[in-house]
Structures are given as C-alpha cells and as structure tokens.
T-cell receptor
C-alpha cells in the first residue's frame, strides 16, 4: 500500500470554481502534513502546512483528520494561475523524511 | 537567507556512462539533505538522505550512490547508468518541522 494516496485527476474546472482535493495516508505515526504545488517541469514548492485545527491562507484551506488519516485542500475562486499539480506530503519518523503522493493535476479553464 | 543550488539543469547521458549530480546549500549549517527522483508522470521517490558529513542513508536499493563530503554539499553518483535511471532528480534540505526546500532539479535522460 502506498504511503500517501491521491486522486491523480486531472480536475478540469472553470475560473471562479471551488475545487477540493483529498489525500489519505497509511501510517498513523505520521507527524506533519503539507501541501506542495508543482508546476510543469519545475520543482515542488511548499503551498501550506496542514494542522489538525484546519488552516486557511487566502483562497486556500487545508484540513487534517487524524482519526481517518485524511487530508484535504480546498481552493476557492480558482484562478488560471492555480493550474498545477498539487502534492500531498506527510512527514514520518526521524530525520525529517517526507513522503509524497503522486499528485493531483488541476487545470483551470477560462 | 537559505538557498539551494543544483546543477546541471538538463543532462543526456548514454547507457553505461557515469553520473555526478551536485547540490549545495547556502545560509544554513548542518542541514538535513535529501535526493529525490521523479519518474515521468510519477510521484517523488526518496533515494538518499544525510544528516551530516559522511552520513548517508539509502531508502531503496538501486544503481545510484550518494556522498556528503562537506556540510553543505550533497552528491548523487552512478558508475554505470541504466535506461531506468532517467527522471527528474531533486535535491532538498529541511530544517526543523518546516517543509522541504527543493533545488531546481536536474532532468536526466539516459539514451
């Protein structure tokens, strides 16, 4: 079983739409959680950390459910510039080892 | 501020040739350093990590090796490349509970 699983998409949405990505992780010992954004042929970049209480950064809201081992990302009022692949990431164990999902591709259309 | 440099950006190598990819970080001391590979259309796979000079841990058996000759230098190597070594290689560093910062990556094509 994969450490982190995501729907690969693609999600094709119009500008202004609200879109939600989900992710599950297999190891209950996972300690920290993140969403990364990866543009085509570029390195991943940290979008936001995810906390149990939920957290928001502008149009982006992240949620964590430790009991269900489930992470979500909600994007409101989608922009063309939001088109990218969104990676779900968990940290587990010593030495800050991170485990990445294979990503969900988002295409925002005019 | 901390920066991470990775080179070259693109590399085309024949099967059986050697490989050396270099990564250096600036603005931090004793960072944890990581090498990841992303095959086409796939997720990131952790290859190696290092918590200090000369300390290398391998996550998966493979045709590659890593070395950390200096605190802020991390090198990925191979003696003989295979076609399956093609991919996007990313160096990253981390500090504390924060996420990773990645280098800009090396796109390797083995032909």
């Amino acid at each position: 079983r994969k450490e982190v699983e995501q729907d690969p998409g693609p999600f094709n949405v119009p500008e202004g739409a609200t879109v939600a990505f989900n992710c599950t992780y297999s190891n209950s010992a996972s300690q920290s959680f993140f969403w990364y954004r990866q543009d085509c042929r570029k390195e991943p970049k940290l979008l936001m950390s995810v906390y149990s209480s939920g957290n928001e950064d502008g149009r982006f809201t992240a949620q964590l459910n430790r009991a269900s081992q489930y992470i979500s990302l909600l994007i409101r009022d989608s922009k063309l510039s939001d088109s990218a692949t969104y990676l779900c990431v968990v940290k587990r164990g010593n030495f800050n080892k991170f485990y990445f999902g294979s990503g969900t591709k988002l295409n925002v259309k005019p | 501020s901390q920066t991470i440099h990775q080179w070259p950006a693109t590399l085309v190598q024949p099967v059986g040739s050697p490989l050396s990819l270099e990564c250096t970080v600036e603005g931090t001391s004793n960072p944890n350093l990581y090498w990841y590979r992303q095959a086409a259309g796939r997720g990131l796979q952790l290859l190696f990590y290092s918590v200090g000079i000369g300390q290398i841990s391998s996550e998966v058996p493979q045709n590659l090796s890593a070395s950390r000759p200096q605190d802020r230098q991390f090198i990925l190597s191979s003696k003989k490349l295979l076609l399956s070594d093609s991919g996007f290689y990313l160096c990253a560093w981390s500090e504390g509970q924060h996420g990773y910062t990645f280098g800009s990556g090396t796109r390797l094509t083995v032909v």
